[in-house]
């Protein structure tokens, strides 16, 4: 154990340290903040910005302290008057090359490179000249791009390439003409971007951020003939109170309820009741192949990101994936159908709003599968930094809110939905499901925490009904390309694969809020978000979809039975080969 | 596949056959003529020179004549160039008009051809390559092929002692023999940092992994520099045998030339010498018989100046983005695909066949106490002798510029060389007998570089040429690190605004503060030498930049937007030409006055000066 530690100074401290730490990890031990700005921990390791430059006593030039390791006996200087003077130069130059709008831009209060200019007290620019200068691309119903905000810093590339290995985005050309663009300088609408929103995530300045539709929910909410109908997604509830100071991993469902009440949505329903009807199809769908031995393993289809993903690049898999709908979209249908009926409120009045830690769904929103009728099921989709933004604008003290009860009778949902935010969840949940369909009986096993976790891939063999099943999980696009690499080889023997699109599942979606580098260098997000769902299950009295009242009353009274000709009409959908590249 | 036997009798006869190539009195009834069929004389017609020789030969039935094409003798200024051996008659300018000529003067009647015979810069004609004192202070090592074997025929390598090096390595020396040898012979790095050669050998070698590779840097990119180019056109298997002795010295199987695609003839020589080294299986499995194997490939730059920086170039081959990579970790360690990768420049490799052959101590002898052996320039600008020369290290710059290159045409006075290209810095004419090698070099504000010399006389600018150097990294810069990226490109900006008049005293202070910050911050060898052209022109011509700052002037009138153009009223006749042909109508005066120019209007086209039938504008 000794023999793994070493001894370092920095700034005349004596530190001991792992081997393998870097000079920035060991500084912030002993409480010596380095500036960053291009560092995200294990996404984007390359020491391009120039701000955590140190001195280190008998190398010549600085050192890159994001990536470079502390060695024995170091001697480190982060604060000398040359440091400071070159990282001082730097960012007066990112700066002079950025497009100042702080005061109207989407990351105003939320940028690191605002904080940079804060802590430097940068007043005045010195090295002002000329600035890049590049056309918006706000074509796709999900991101827009901003590269005249652009540092350059490579955090969203590194996310794309090499977190998702999709590379829909790279630097381009030159020098001063360098920018971060796609193939041939096209619209992330027209390449093979899945709209994950991981390069959202990862952008430290206004440079990505998703396409804001609050506009129209404010709209709609003023215009009395409409029925606005609010759904939620489980993992917003464990994140949206990030936005407003409080903990990672708080559990706001209740004054998040109260809010969109206050905000004046008519309907405050749970998408969780959604992913139970989402579970009732898919068990049943699984299980009606697994007896057939057709299209095994059935592959989960409730992330958009990675669905667009596989019609792109693996059209031959299709037959694979589930058809049952995502959650929300279900429930859009269910609204706009059963409840409408039910309410005797016209179809055409309703105006369904999910709130989603995703922005993938506002592409999968309004694909041309997604209606009914004539009807589109969900009219908008806003993610959770959107949602946090509407409560901010309506002079809502969010920390302050009593909590309240989402509205029935689709507001009731089960544990296993709540869970569905998390990489392996769906998984989970829907073994829950098929367990009891297929032996008949209430089983006490309920966890399985093989597919718990953060893991990017989570195989396992449970045993239902004395059969073996082999499951996997997997999250993150790139570790799904290695599954369906699997697949596709024939070495895989799975029987049911759950894939999204986003590292750690829902709750690291890209429409959730955005987390600096230096949290979540820190700290694990996911974690402690994915954690507040479990928690959420364990406290839920029904922790079995097929146990929800409010399924059981919709299927007896509309639906009859998962995979029925109405379920079929209105529940699922269906796939299509898509090109990469529309230029 | 040749046994060992088979080179070595190859070597003994192709030997004989060659001598006349380098001895005046050899013992040969046969004669050759030698084409340069460098980049420069390629281009200016050598290969219809050496077509047209081959046809007469063949129609008046001469015998005991060979034409052969040869790699770059290194006076490109007065190429296309002939050289005929053994008598080693020098022909210039040579065009393939006069190929009929030469034949009969000179093989058949046995004359010299007087009007081409090439002239030293006194005007006196010289009948052999030696009589130039372009040749007489140089020392040819890298370049000890160029111009003497045809760079197509592995058989002429191997008469001069080629893959005689590697015979000699694989059979007689250790690696630590090798390691030892290159150390001792003070060979450094010759792509421009001057890193000791035996030192990065043996870094490699002592790094423990069971793949490892070779690289060779042939991305030569320093604007007027062509050293590297001549080498692999001229002499391409002595890089493949250095390459080799480097694999087998580092534990390597593999190598990889990454050379640029704007280099046509140097990768068709590359592609030949290593298709011909396979052949005689110099090149591929267990070579010579030993358990050693060895393959190189070509890899194709695309022409960016960035990828010369290793590991840069590192990424280009593994088919990314050429963006150099933050050190350490050092290629040594983990360089191609994360491997030990031994990374050499072309001319390094040039010099290893003959250390290896001659023994350190020769190589040792030559040169200064830090700096050892030769070192290859590409002599540029206003210099009478443009060309290619070797010289040992310590020669002076006034030596170069003067003796070898015949100083500077036009009756023009030497103002300042630049050496290290757009990373170096320009030395001015009170340090031109500072004896050239790293330390005195860099000690002086320049650096060695890669060996692009360019000479400027009093003509030029030292602010404009600053900006030059700076538009040159401002494009080049790979943008990967904002100080260079953004860095470079305000510099430029500050210089812009300098030459265009409009420069504030502030505006110095603001360039010595960027330079100094870019050079420390930058990740890579790009940034942190792209200023060094400004800081030495700044500290050299500082009365240059105040001038321009302060008196909005420039005197050699290379700034375009300072110049004043002006009518000489002694001279003018009124006819008006001038205003009549004005674009923006900038010339005042009327009918047979004298005419008057509107500077606030004048745009400095130059119509006027030009339509000036009597000279008055200027």
Sequence with gaps: MEDNLINLTIDNQNIQVQKGTTILEAARKAGIDIPTLCFLKEINEVGDCRMCIVEVEGRRGFATSCITKAEEGMVVHTNTPAVVE?????????????????????????????????????????????????????????????????VLCRRCVSACKKIQKIGAIECINRGFESCISTTGENSLNNVNCTFCGQCIEACPTGALHEKDTTEEVWKKLQDPETTVIVQTAPAVRVA???????????????????????LGFDRVFDTNTGADFTIMEEANEFIERFTANEHIPMITSCSPGWIKFIEMNYPELLPHLSSCKSPHQMFGALIKTYYAKKENIDPKKIY?????????????????????DGLYDVDNVITTRELARMIKQANIEFTALEDSEFDSPMGEATGAAAIFGTTGGVMEAALRTAGDTLTGEDLPKIDFEQVRGGDGIKRATVNIAGKDIKVVAASGLANAREILEEIKSGKADYQFVEIMACPGGCVMGGGQPIKSSKIRSEVDVRALRANALYSIDEKSTIRKSHENPVVKKIYEEFLQKPGSEIAEKLLHTSYTKREKYNI | MKSLEEIHKIREEKKKELDLRINTSADTREKHILVCHGTGCTSSKSPQILENFNRIIKEKNIENVRVIKTGCFGLCAKGPIVIIRPEDTFYAGVTPEDCEEIIQTHIVEG????????????????????????????????LKNCGVINPEEIDEYIAFDGYKALEKVLKEMSQDDVVKTISDSGLRGRGGAGFPTGKKWELTKAVEGSQKYVVCNADEGDPGAFMDRSI??????????????????????????????????????????????????????NIFGTDFSFDIEIRLGAGAFVCGE??????????????????????????????????????????????????????????????????????GGNVNNIGLVEVPMGTTLREIVFDIGGGIPNGREFKAAQTGGPSGGCIPKENLDVPIDYESLKQIGSM????????????????????????????ESCGKCNPCRIGTKRMLEILEKITEGKGEEKDLEKLDKLAKNIIRASVCGLGQTAPNPVLSTMKYFMDEYKEHVLDKKCKTNECKKLAKITINPELCKGCGLCQRNCPVGAIKGEERDVREIDQSICIKCGTCIAKCPFHAIT
């Excluded at chain 2, 004359?111 to 040819?140: C, H, M, P």
């Excluded at chain 2, 040594?332 to 390094?348: D, H, M, Q, R, S």
Aim: aromatic share 6%.
């Design chain 2, 232 to 285: 692999l056109e001229g002499d391409p298997h002595a890089v493949l045998e250095a390459m080799e002795i480097a694999g087998y010295t580092i534990g390597a199987n593999k190598g990889f030339i990454y050379v640029r695609a704007e280099y046509p003839i140097a990768v068709k020589r590359l592609k030949i010498a290593i298709e011909q080294a396979r052949d005689y299986g110099i090149l591929g499995e």
């Design chain 1, 352 to 372: 369904v709003v999910s709130v989603m830690p995703c922005i993938a769904k506002k592409f999968e929103r309004q694909r041309e599968e997604m209606q009914n």
């Design chain 2, 448 to 475: 060695m570089g890669s060996g692009g010399l360019i000479v400027m006389d009093d003509t030029k600018c030292m602010v404009s040429l600053a900006k030059f150097y700076l538009q040159f990294t401002v494009s």
């Design chain 1, 86 to 150: 070159a990282r001082r130069v730097v960012l007066d130059l990112i700066v002079s090359n950025h497009k100042i709008d702080c005061l109207k831009c989407i990351r105003n209060g939320n940028c690191e490179l605002q904080e940079l200019c804060k802590r430097f007290n940068i007043q005045d620019i010195e090295f002002a000249g000329e600035m890049q200068s590049h056309k918006i691309d706000d074509l796709s119903p999900s991101i827009v791009r901003d590269a005249d905000k652009c």
């Design chain 2, 111 to 142: 004359n010299k051809v007087e009007r081409l015979l090439a002239k030293d810069i006194d005007g006196t004609k010289v009948n052999s390559l030696d009589e130039l004192n372009f040749y007489k202070k140089q020392k040819r090592i890298a």
């Design chain 2, 310 to 379: 290793e590991t840069a170039l590192l990424e280009s081959i593994e088919g990314k983005r050429g963006q150099p990579r933050v050190k350490p970790p050092y290629p040594a360690n983990a360089g191609l695909w994360g491997k030990p990768t031994l990374i050499n420049n072309v001319e390094t490799y040039a010099n290893i066949a003959q250390i290896i052959l001659k023994g350190a101590e020769w190589y040792s002898s030559i040169g200064t106490e830090t700096s050892k052996g030769t070192k290859v320039f590409a002599l």
């Design chain 1, 240 to 262: 949206l109170g990030e936005e407003f100071g409080m903990e990672i991993g708080t559990n706001v469902t209740g004054k998040m309820v109260t809010a969109l009440k206050r």
